[in-house]
């Protein structure tokens, strides 16, 4: 924050012909002059209010310059959050199945691995065959 202030004395403070309006219209509606000690007392306190007014300012302007960058960071992590939220539900739900259910699940992918599997193997052999019989066509050629 700011450096704490100096308090002035209240002579230095005071300028009789420099008072806010407010303090003017106090010292005319009773009929004080500007010499009246409870004057120069009101002045004084009117501008010490002031001063502290102007640090509880300053102080606030500084708490809202650190906290604003932080809550802009908490909004954006709880939008990512309530997007990312659907997504979780289906992880836990997941990972919570039983064993004979997730058994089951993966008895299931075992047929269709076979199956491709067995295609696999058979591509394999058509090759190997194809192989074989280019291989003795060109040494037959080369007879």
């Known amino acids: 924050m700011s450096e704490t202030q100096q308090i002035r004395p209240p002579e230095e403070v005071f300028d009789g012909d420099n008072l806010p309006d407010d303090l003017k219209w106090i010292m005319s509606h009773f009929g004080l002059p500007k010499s009246d000690p409870a004057v120069v007392l009101i002045a004084w306190h009117w501008y010490r209010v002031l001063n502290n007014q102007d640090a509880i300012h300053a102080g606030?302007?500084?708490?809202?310059?650190?906290l604003d960058p932080r809550l802009q960071k908490f909004q954006s992590s709880s939008a990512v959050l309530e997007a990312v939220?659907?997504?979780?539900?289906?992880?836990?739900?997941?990972?919570?199945?039983?064993?004979?259910?997730?058994?089951?699940?993966?008895?299931?992918?075992?047929?269709?691995?076979?199956?491709?599997?067995?295609?696999?193997?058979?591509?394999?052999?058509?090759?190997?065959?194809?192989?074989?019989?280019?291989?003795?066509?060109?040494?037959?050629?080369?007879?």
């Open 60 to 66: 606030a302007m500084e708490l809202k310059a650190v």
């Open 85 to 143: 939220l659907p997504s979780l539900d289906k992880i836990v739900q997941f990972l919570t199945q039983d064993d004979a259910a997730m058994k089951a699940k993966v008895e299931g992918w075992q047929k269709p691995i076979e199956h491709v599997a067995e295609s696999l193997e058979k591509v394999v052999r058509n090759i190997d065959r194809r192989w074989q019989e280019q291989g003795n066509a060109a040494s037959i050629e080369n007879l």
